[in-house]
């Protein structure tokens, strides 16, 4: 590993100003930074800890219902904070889905949106792929199990946060800051991008320098409910095969508006359009929920190895939406 100096800010503009460095890079839980350094696959001049502010790490509860995450605060603290599994069971059912009770401890929430891809050959220090800056997508004619169904190509990656489908369906709000502009606010659903979206070495919008310092969940007036169900191949801390998160506001027994986002399956969360439209207005029985699982899969063009994850997801759609109707 390439030797790095490791500096500790103590407020968020000493960070930033740091990060202007060209080869400096943020640390925070460090759980899928440091793999990265191990394998290779980054090579920093310095770390900059972003464990020391006050206040990065504070979950807050506005009175009109509004939710505000620090991007320090860890996966465990999602997790166990009882009033957000009351208000917003979605958020805690996706923190207890990641890894081990270990790494949720230390992880962030910052650091699980903005992680990079756990594709094979991305992870394989010997291969230059498509996003290490190659020419080409192994995965495309090669080993594809774990790939995009759904926005693939040139790369075909999928991303691998939890949070973000469960965030992205409560229609939340990234804050991101940097030493040379102002502090903005960007719609969690618009701050990934697929490959095809200009830089295909990113899957963010965000550029260098620049930091997630919290996450925005605005106040959601009525019945809603909501709920997040992933899948995993052998060990209970394994990364999606595929995920669905489900926010539905329920006007008696009909969904009057809903949001449907897929993980595992895309680049990015993956916001299933067809099945929102196929479910707004409607009572949801297992028939319609089908109806809408049809529609969230219709523009899936699996590779060679992942056809799997049609059926498998449509599967966790129909399971969804009977936990949203009180039927699971």
Not at 99 to 128: D, F, H, M
Not at 143 to 158: D, E, T
Request: glycine share 10%; with cysteine.
């Amino acid at each position: 590993m390439k030797t790095f100096e490791l500096h500790l800010p103590k407020t968020l503009d000493e960070a930033l100003a740091l990060l202007e460095a060209p080869a400096a890079t943020p640390l925070a839980g460090g759980q899928d930074l440091l793999t990265e350094l191990k394998e290779h696959l980054v090579a920093p001049d310095a770390l900059v800890d972003l464990r020391g502010f006050q206040g990065a790490d504070k979950i807050e509860l506005a009175a009109d219902g509004a939710l505000s995450i620090g991007a320090g605060v860890t996966v465990a603290a999602l997790e166990h904070h009882a009033e957000l599994a009351r208000r917003w069971p979605i958020l805690a059912e996706a923190a207890a889905s990641i890894a081990s009770p270990q790494i949720r401890t230390q992880a962030t929430v910052g650091g699980n949106l903005c992680q990079r891809p756990r594709c094979w050959y991305y992870r394989n220090e010997a291969l230059v792929c498509l996003k290490k800056g190659g020419t080409e997508c192994f995965s495309y004619g090669g080993h594809n199990k774990y790939n995009a169904i759904l926005g693939g190509g040139p790369s075909y990656i999928v991303h691998p946060s939890d949070l973000a489908p469960a965030l992205v369906a409560l229609d939340a709000e990234v804050e991101i800051a940097s030493k040379k502009a102002a502090r903005r606010r960007v719609k969690l659903a618009s701050f990934f991008t697929l490959p095809a979206e200009g830089d295909v070495l990113r899957e963010n919008v965000l550029v260098p320098g620049e930091l997630v310092t919290a996450v925005h969940v605005p106040a959601h007036a009525g019945n809603w409910k909501s709920t997040y169900l992933k899948f995993k191949e052998r060990s209970s801390f394994d990364w999606a095969l595929s995920a669905v998160a489900i926010a539905a506001r329920m006007d008696g027994g009909k969904i009057a508006e809903v949001r449907v986002v897929l993980g595992g399956v895309a680049p990015r969360p993956w916001r299933a359009s067809g099945a929102e439209r196929v479910l707004t207005g409607r009572a949801v029985d297992d028939a319609v929920a089908r109806e809408a699982g049809d529609a969230a899969l219709a523009g899936a063009e699996p590779l060679s190895g992942n056809a799997y994850k049609i059926p498998l997801t449509k599967g966790l759609i129909v399971k969804a939406l009977r936990r949203i109707g009180g039927r699971a």
